[in-house]
């Protein structure tokens, strides 16, 4: 597709005159945005169509990729890019006295996810295109996504993140595709006129699925996939009869229903009614999205026998496991087929990607919601459950633990990663250490029964977000170096490897990296007030907080050597900036109160002039794809420290990586291939393995009041969090942190996720940082070695495999 400059110009004044009767010099941003969004999507719909049109003639197998999250970023930087129009478009907008730059600042970012699950979904998604590979996207249209996150005095504050504000100049909505979706009744089992019985469901609520189609531009290629997330509408806006007597609630009853659906990512489900949402959500854009890919099917076969070979489902993690049940609903109940024909057509289509170790991560419903809520899809469950546990009884007979551990419904629960498992035809992990952990451990009764529905598919990202768009000079750099296939294949990003023994190619790529840490300097003076030196090092840990991610385990060491430089101004130690990014789930008390221990220490620290600016800490707002760009290229030091064997693989670490950030982890998830391809000599790895940890889990024998004891700078910095140094007006602010890491309670050992365990290794590497850093060109080699070593850590690469091993698609080509 060739985008003329003079006609893109033309297209962006018409727009504004029709829009908003303005032009260029009258319009204000946000204007100049749409009119430039909308001219950008009229060029991408060329291409669409002509996809559409391709796949359907050639009626090529799909994937749908159900997730509940898509972390996109923002839309225009990307599209431009993948269209290959950026040099056109960026001129043509300069002719006309607008700065590209200013205007993808007016965009926000689409709050459809929130953490490394969505950001994967839409990695993948960009690769598919890429790679030319027919795929939807399946989920959720959130009006106000998880939250947006503000921080005041320390604390994180939830507030709306209203990024439909302005509408979303890329979405196109489908009223055509609409599918209704039930709730609640119960279920009547009628005979039909052949003898078999069927089932109706009566006295339902329900509301209507309205899909929202957003386009999924794959790089120089006239491939544009798309990814669907669904809306939900009353069936019903308004009862008219209700009102006039007086049941003003009724008369908005389904509208109210349909609102609640959307309205945000992850609801608190601290409590029953969360819960119930949460479940909605799930049910709501998996019944639709299949429905939908049903009838899809049918309009170009007639055969509903053979559905798995024109579609593959594929759930990503345990929140889209409800379309085993829904997928067999449908084919039996609106299509008529026996038990045995659905099952063998579900088995065959349905496959499970799990993205955790961690067993309470792993999803779970009380039966009671379950079946109240989805009466027929629960009978569904029922029956796979007992054909399954007949099953487990023949294989293993006798074996009742083994049948307490596998059954999908047990102790009152359904367990959604169990069903995934029996119903899948392949069970992923997403990287190799994660992989062996849930074939050995987690998931191990499974295993030893299904061994060949297991496979590793390691993680990967997008070069053309995350170096491409994220770091312009980088890119040009390694383009001018290399050329340019590291775009479309990044393995090619290694022919730069013998340059890291060029003195002049070293200060290049060191010069970069220091424009990248000027650029995030003032952003952070911006946003947050405080003044950060470009020349210290930029250590950063930018991730969801969780626990076994271990952010505390990085402030408890702040505070650390706090301590060592107070008690000895003359203490060794190069200067750094740490940098935090992340937000809390608004439930998760704890690490919220981690978030307040960062920000009060960094309150302390930042404005004691007494240690003449040796450490600077910044907690980086509302952390996100937008400004994880900025973040990720200005990166000396990538913090990848979750206690080994709890982090499936991580993606931040390969982005901190292709942009030249130094590792220091645990041999943990997707940093042991780092590691492998990197050397170990360019990686600062400490702490316990994962062997060691599940072994100490196992035999209990740790004991972390024995560290406590025996060192003593370590006691101190535990005793800072209760004797008011960091919270003089609240000195129990931070009891519970204290606790949690001294003391068992009735559910949790004390130190649960090791970090006092692992402190002292953790001081040891970050000394060995500091050394090698002031080994400037010893540091130049390490970091682009980095970047040159990331190419196997390419979504491409991922989704190539996906491909090979479990959907078994054709690469298309299109002209338009």
Known sequence: MVINKEDFKYQVTVKLKKMFRKDVSSADKQQLFQAVALTVKDYIMDAWLASAKEFKEKNVKCVYYMSMEFLMGRALGNNIINLCAQKEIKEGLAELGIDLTDIEEQEPDAALGNGGLGRLAACFLDSLASLGYPAYGCGIRYKYGMFEQKIENGFQLEVPDNWLKYGNPFEMKRPEHS????????????????????????????????????????????????????????????????????????????????????????PNDNHYAGKELRLKQQYFFISASLQRAVEQYLENNDDIHKLHEKFVFQMNDTHPTVAVPELMRILMDDYGLSWGEAWDITSKSVAYTNHTIMAEALEKWPIDLFQRLLPRVYQIVEEINRRFVREVEQRFPGDEDRIARMAILYDGQVRMANMAIVAGFS??????????????????????????????????????????????????????????????????IEGIAPLAEDPKAREEYMQIKFKNKQRLAAYIKEHNGIDVDPNSIFDVQVKRLHEYKRQLLNILHIMYLYNKIKADPSYEFYPRTFIFGAKASAGYRRAKAIIKLINSVADVVNNDPSINGKIKIVFIENYRVSNAEIIFAAADVSEQISTASKEASGTGNMKFMLNGAVTIGTMDGANVEIVEEVGLENAFIFGLSSDEVIRLEHDGSYNPMDIVKSDKEIADVLEQLIDGTYSPHDMDIFKEIYTSLTQSNGYDRADVYFILKDFRSYAEAQERVGKAYEDRDAWARMAMLNTAKSGKFSSDRTIEEYVKDIWHLEKQKVRC
């Not at 069936?235 to 609630?249: E, P």
């Open 179 to 266: 599918k209704e979706v039930r709730f609640g009744g119960y279920v009547r089992m009628v005979k039909g006129s052949d003898g078999r019985e069927h089932f109706v469901t009566e006295d339902y609520q329900s509301v209507m699925a309205v899909p929202y189609d957003i386009p999924v531009v794959g790089y120089g290629n006239n491939i544009v996939n798309t990814l669907r997330i669904w809306d939900a509408e009353a069936v019903q806006n308004f009862s008219l009869d209700s009102f006039d007597k007086g049941d003003y609630y009724k008369a908005v009853e389904q509208q109210n229903l349909a609102n609640t659906i959307c309205e945000v990512l992850y």
């Open 427 to 492: 069970v992923n992990g997403v990287a190799r250490l994660h992989t062996e952990i849930l074939k050995h451990e987690q998931l191990k009764d499974f295993y030893e029964m299904w061994p060949e529905k297991f496979n590793n598919k390691t993680n990967g990202i997008t070069q053309r977000r995350f170096l491409l768009h994220g770091n312009p000079l980088l890119a040009d750099w390694v383009t001018k170096k290399v050329g340019d296939e590291w775009i479309t294949d990044l393995t090619k």
